[in-house]
């Protein structure tokens, strides 16, 4: 995936190549072969768990489909920042998972926004 890929995206991947002739290393055929192929990068996913607990009560974040070795911008839950010190950051794989205290707010179902490296999902 190049560095400055878009999450979600679809991208173009080209190989050109010169032939040679048979059983000689150094003369050429004249013909190129060239492929294409759509390469997919996935939108990045979260899931907390549990999935429903209340205020004060600890809660994993699990992620992926990030960017590697990228911290964490925000996590907001119902627009409330409950960003950990210090911010976590994804592996080699743009995997992450960490803990986070659910804060006071508002009754019922709260919109979870995790923002890694510009890359939002909820």
């Known amino acids: 995936m190049p560095s400055d890929a878009a999450i979600p995206s679809n991208n173009v991947v080209r190989a050109e190549f010169d032939l040679y002739v048979a059983n000689t290393a150094a003369t050429k055929s004249g013909t190129k072969a060239i492929t294409t192929v759509t390469h997919q990068i996935p939108p990045a996913t979260i899931r907390v768990e549990p999935s429903s ?69 909820k």
């Open 53 to 121: 607990a209340p205020v004060g009560s600890s809660i994993d974040v699990f992620g992926q489909g990030f960017r590697p070795f990228t911290a964490v911008n925000t996590l907001k839950v119902g627009g409330i920042d409950v960003t950990p010190s210090p911010k976590p950051a994804t592996n080699d794989q743009g995997r992450l998972l960490f803990t986070f205290i659910i804060p006071s707010a508002d009754i019922g179902i709260q919109t979870v926004e995790l923002d890694v490296g510009g890359f939002c999902c």
